[in-house]
């Protein structure tokens, strides 16, 4: 079981940035696929970036070469640095775990982003 804890979100004007932390206990950080997932009002939860344990790398297309994502196994960290946000971005952003790019089976409680136009 791995617990996952989210930081890093706020307020924040379109065109500015912001970096969300997730912070991961447990012994099995190293071997699980990370994601950042986001949640806006009235719709579905989307996947917005994953990393591998290898370090390979995913994004939803909307936010691909605005967002990157990274792992630091050493400080069980996986960070969102979010640049060029816009309104859309708004939501909220939840930080998970899994076996698998098809299976996040952890879930943190996620940290609300709000951007301003």
């Known amino acids: 079981q791995v617990q996952l804890v989210e930081s890093g979100g706020g307020l924040v004007q379109a065109g500015g940035s912001l970096r969300l932390s997730c912070a991961a206990s447990g012994t099995f950080f190293r071997n699980n696929v990370m994601g950042w997932y986001r949640q806006a009002p009235g719709q579905q939860r989307e996947l917005v970036a994953a990393?591998?344990?290898?370090?390979?790398?995913v994004y939803k297309d909307s936010v691909n070469g605005r967002f990157t994502i990274v792992r630091d196994n050493a400080k069980n960290t996986v960070y969102l640095q979010m640049n060029s946000l816009k309104p859309e971005d708004t939501a909220v952003y939840y930080c998970?775990?899994?076996?698998?790019?098809?299976?996040?089976?952890?879930w943190g409680q996620g940290t609300q982003v709000t951007v301003s136009s």
């Open positions: 990393i591998t344990s290898g370090g390979s790398t």
């Open positions: 998970a775990a899994g076996p698998t790019m098809r299976l996040f089976d952890n």
